[in-house]
Structures are given as C-alpha cells and as structure tokens.
C-alpha cells in the first residue's frame, strides 16, 4: 500500500524551469528586505516543536533504540515570510508578490481557470549539508492550512490519501541565487519517489521552476565548502542576519558563531498561489461548505488506524502526543526515495 501511495507522489506536470524569474531591481528589493528586517530562525523553528514532527513532515526515519534528538536534523537553513493569508508584509516588494505572470504562469501550469496568491517565503543559508531528507511540502485543505494546523499534520495527511477530497490544487514559483562553486543544485524526483531524481544545477542565479511541490519530493543538495557546513555551535534557537559592515552571520543567543561572505549565500524565493479549475471549486472553498477541521481530520486518521487493526490509546492531545505522531510516522510514512545523485565534489566543482 506504502509502494501505491509513494507512486501517486508526481506534479501534475515535469516541472517548467525559468530564467531570470526576477529583475535586477526586484532581487535587489527582495534581499533587501532580509538584511533590512533580520535576524531570521532556522526553518525547524518556524515550523516544529519536537524532532517526531519533523519526521513526520520529511522521509526520515525513528532509530531502532527509539531515542530522537534536535541533533541530526540542525542545518544552517535559515527562514522568513514575505508575505501570508494573501498579504504581502513589505510593501516594496508588492510586485514580486501580486505578479501577474506568475499567475499566468501557475495557470497554464496546472490547467486552471482561477489562481490566487497565497504565501511568499525564502530560505538563506551559507555553506551547509544537503537540505534534509526529501520531503513534500506542507499543502493545505479545505479549511486547513500553516496557520491552522501544524505542517506535520498536514503532511501526514498528504501521504495517507485519505483526503485528497479537500487537498488544494497549488502551484509554485521558486527562484535560487547561488554563485558558489560548489554544490547548491535543486534535486527533485518528478517521476515518483521510487524513480530517479532530476536536477537543476547551480551556481543558478536568477533561475527558477513552475512546479507543484506538495506533490514532489524534493530537497537541496550540499552547498559550500564541506569545512564549514556546521558552524560550532549550531543549535535550534541560531539566527541568520547582516553582518556589521558585509555578508552575512550566524549567532546562537549573543555569540555568533559563522562570518559568511556574500559569494557564499543560497537564496531561494518560494512563491506560492492556489488553483481553481472552474468556478464550482472556487465557490466551494469561499463558501466554506465543505471544510475539514483538525478534530475531523484526526479522527478520520484515528478511524483509518482502527481499520488496520493498529492497537493504541487514543489520545487526549493529539497534536502534542509524541507517541501518536510515531504512530502516525510508522503507518504513513513513505520512506526515502531510492536513488540519489552523488553529492557535490569540491575538487570538480564548476
């Protein structure tokens, strides 16, 4: 049943890949912003509360021995948001947000009548590992999304098929600014999981794709020399923001702990809209007549646990029971994809 559902794991297109996704003018405006308006969290501290829900959200897996630490998951991958709920946060950037050919774009893409712009985020980071596991990211439902239900939730959710009834049709334009010469190339698996991955290679600045990402696994591959990809002292509360006079730092609480030049930076810029393929599915989803709740989503998956005979206490906090988010990993998690691409070699960089 896992091999079925791993299989339905596809965009409803290959990715299409851009060039200069945005002018010279906007770039400057959009990292403007970050230097302007930092320090920033890493993207675990934006998004989860205990190891399990990032588990849980990617293609990892518990150890045999049970123990899960923040350890194997800290990567210097730091985030923000431009704009949520259809609000863009900074008005100099409006236009990169309310961009009229990305919502042609995402169109054409998916085959809809109808898109809405949605979120705009970035991730920046200096040297560091790969990306994580490859993971899908969080969709919404109707009714449900980041700001009302947890990622892990939503992604657990995705990987059940239990409600593709409610998941949204949604459509990104993701743009990288990397110069560095190593590394920092976008791998992602079109074809499924089980099949092998494609990659946009870096250095890649200005390039981009149209894609569907809840439905593709994806991940960054390594950036940067391997020395410094872990600065000493690393941890879930680290922060990304300008230096004093140029580039870029890490500070964990008052101490920073990495100087990063600017040729070294990996910036990405996710925009976000959703689908509608006529005007029936819009009015559904503004008239809110058919919207899932948490309560009814984990009840949906409680029920579908006792269908395959899982033995479990219900719990009394579903969101915040570590056991039942185990539970939940085991029974739907996909597993990693299978083949990978080699991992970036300093010696042959381009």
């Known amino acids: 049943m896992k091999a079925d559902l791993a299989d339905r794991f596809r965009p409803v297109a290959e990715p299409q890949i851009l060039d200069n996704v945005y002018s010279d003018d906007q770039y400057q405006r959009l990292i403007g912003v970050v230097r302007d308006h930092g320090p920033w969290p890493m993207i675990l501290a934006h998004h989860f509360k205990t190891p399990e829900e990032v588990v849980a959200t990617s293609s990892g897996e518990i150890p045999e021995d049970g123990t899960l630490t923040w350890e194997p998951f800290l990567n210097p991958v730091f985030r923000g948001y431009l704009a949520r709920g259809g609000v863009c946060l900074y008005p100099e950037i409006e236009d990169c947000y309310t961009n009229p050919a990305f919502l042609d774009k995402a169109r054409a893409y998916y085959g809809a009548k109808y898109a809405q712009p949605e979120s705009m985020l970035f991730n920046i980071s200096g040297p560091c590992g790969g990306g994580g596991s490859p993971h899908v990211d969080g969709t919404r439902f109707r009714g449900l999304n980041l700001d009302s239900a947890p990622v892990w939730l939503l992604n657990i959710m995705a990987k059940s098929g239990l409600f593709k009834r409610w998941q949204a049709k949604k459509a990104q334009v993701i743009a990288w600014y990397y110069r560095g010469k190593v590394g920092g190339s976008f791998t992602y698996w079109p074809d499924g999981p089980r099949n092998a991955p494609k990659q946009l290679k870096a250095p890649m600045w200005g390039k981009g794709v149209v894609v569907e990402n809840e439905m593709m696994y994806h991940t960054a591959e390594a950036n940067g020399p391997s ?10 509360e680290s922060r990304i923001g300008a230096g004093a006079k140029s ?25 976000g809209a959703q689908l509608f393929m006529d005007y029936d599915e819009l009015k559904v989803s503004m008239d809110h007549s058919d919207d899932l709740t948490v309560e009814r989503a984990i009840g949906m998956l409680i029920a579908d ?42 010696e042959l960089a381009a």
Do not use: C, M
């Not at 020395?227 to 879930?236: D, H």
């Not at 580039?247 to 925009?271: A, C, K, M, N, Y």
């Not at 395959?308 to 915040?320: M, T, Y």
């Open 227 to 236: 020395a410094l990809r872990r600065p000493e002292g690393l941890a879930y």
């Open 305 to 346: 646990l006792r269908s395959r005979g899982e033995a479990f206490e219900e719990p009394s906090d579903p969101l915040n029971d570590r056991a039942f988010v185990r539970l939940l990993i085991r029974v739907y998690d996909l597993g990693k994809p299978v083949i990978f691409p080699p991992e970036p070699i300093e």
């Open 247 to 271: 580039g870029w730092q890490i500070s964990t609480g008052e101490q920073v702990i990495q100087q990063i030049p600017d040729e070294e930076i990996r910036f990405l810029v996710h925009w």
